[in-house]
Structure formats: C-alpha cells, structure tokens
C-alpha cells in the first residue's frame, strides 16, 4: 500500500535521494527555463543521459557546462528542435533515433503560453500546436524505441489550469473537440482559454496514449509541476505582472517546482502506476476535471482528430 511521502514544498533532489539513474537515457523538451533546467539537471547528476531537446542552443550548451562543472562524468547531449515546426520535430526523431541510444524516459517538458506566440509553420494555432500536436508527434515518432526500452515511462507536463477551459459539459463531444483545438488565426476567447485547452489536450493524450501502450511495458503519467516564476510567462501580460505580484508566497522555487516531474519519471513506487494525473508527487484525481479528462469518447475523438492531422501532413 503506497502512502503519500512528499508535499508541495518536495524538491527533486529529495525525490531522487538514493536513487542511482545509470543505464537510463531520458529525452526532455524544453530545459532552458524554469522546471525543464532542473529536471535536466538533477537527472543528469543521478546518473542519467540526459538528452536535452530545446530551440537556444547556446543556452542549452551553457546548461550542459555547468551539469559538466558539477558532474565531470556526466552525459548531456543536446538535439535541436523547433516545436513550431512539425519539419523539425521529425528531424530531431530521427536525429535521436539515428544515435542508436535507448529511451528509457521521454518527458514532454516543453510549452509556449504568450499572445506574441505566432501560428505555427503548419498553420496551427501556436499554443494547441506546440503544447499538443508537436509533442504528439514526437512522441509517435519515438513510440517504437520506447517499447523497445521498455520498461519505459512517458510523462507529460500539463497543469492544473486544465481546470479553465469552462467547457459546457454537456456539450456534444464533436463541439467540446472544436473548442480543444483551435483553428489558425482564432483569437477568442483568449490566451488564458487557449492555454487551458492546450493543457487538457495534454491530459486527454495521455490517457489516450496509456490505453495503447501500456500492455508493453510504457507508462504514462501526466501532472501540474505547481505554480513557479517562470519564463513561460513572459508573454502573459499585465495578467502575469499582477498575479506574480499577487501570487508570491504560492510560488514554489524551481527545484520544488520538478519535483513531480521527476517523481514520474523516476519513483520506483510507480513501476505499476500509470495512466494517472499527479500533483505534489500524488496521483490526486480530486484536482482532476474528470468530467471532461477522463471521457474516453473525447480522448479517442482528440486522438484521431490529431492523428488525421499528421497524416495529411505526411503526404503533403
């Protein structure tokens, strides 16, 4: 029986006391800012190959010299990708897969929340683009290694602003799907809702994805890090400026912040736990929208609906 052992004010080091990562190789989007630079880091310092998949490869090298400078032996490696643009979502695949590394631990970190974001190269609307369809995809693209590695763990950084979409319920699940991914150039009901949507997407996807995989030794777990002083705000606006203002004493510090993160990708208690939502290193459902999250006929609809998607690309 699994009792609960950490709270909001966890940090990652103290989730990973006493646990040696050697052997595993663990891809993460977005380690430039906030959680993402913990994550990499105190994965890396515990043994792990640490593949860090981000856009600024200048800050990306400057993580990785310090990971260095503190871990002489550590391996950190660096794979260029560009969420915005499937193109490049599909290079850095096979760039990861044309390595020959294993995948053990494939955290989807990354994520845009900003109104000076622009539509995507692919003509999606920037925020369901980069924090749904990009991570979908390359997910797919590395679905086989992942088996292969098996036992493996995909977690997907979501947030408990998934509880803002206020989607009517009782809404025909082809209405609630149109809401959920926004078509290009959309610009109500707003950044706030977008993020919210994009956020359910990610929930949506993971249950959807644990469904498939999970038979072959794939778990997934999706979660909200808790609320930190980000650079994903930047864009956010007088909105941010008062609620950081405001917010202060709730915010946690960035290695509180991934703890959660890391508690999924690594806590050995959760060998047989998947398909869950976490908050503050818990599968805590109480702070899930279930309503919506745990509909198996909207989970399936977003699937397929983004599944089409990236198969007319393809044969574009």
Known sequence: ERVQRYSWRTTAEEVLKGIDLSGKTALIT??????????ARSLALHGAHVVMANRN??????????????????????????????????????????????????????????????DTDDDLEAT??????????????????LKQSAPSRVVIVSSHLHNN????????????????????????????????YSKMCNILFAFALHRRVNQSGVNVY????GVIKTALHRGGGLFFKIFQFLGTPFFRSIEQGAATTIYCATDPELDNISGKYFENCWDDEKRLQTSLARDEVLQEALWKHTEDFLREYENK
């Open 57 to 118: 490869i200048p800050a990306s090298e400057k993580l990785r010299d310090e990971i260095l400078a503190a871990k002489p032996d550590a391996k950190v490696n660096i794979l260029s990708i560009e969420l915005s643009s499937l193109k490049s979502v599909k290079k850095a695949a096979e760039e990861y897969l044309a390595k020959g590394w294993p995948l053990h631990i494939l955290i989807l970190n990354a994520g845009v929340f900003s109104q000076l974001t622009k």
């Open 30 to 39: 977005g380690t430039n800012s906030g959680i993402g630079i913990e994550t």
């Open 165 to 196: 979409t206020n989607i009517d319920v009782s809404l025909p699940v082809e209405e609630k799907l149109k809401i959920l991914t926004p078509d290009v150039g959309t610009k109500e009901p707003g950044m706030m809702s977008f993020y919210a």
């Open 128 to 145: 369901y683009g980069i924090n749904h369809v990009a991570h979908f995809y390359l997910t797919q693209l590395l679905l086989s290694k």
């Open 222 to 225: 999706v979660l909200h890090p």
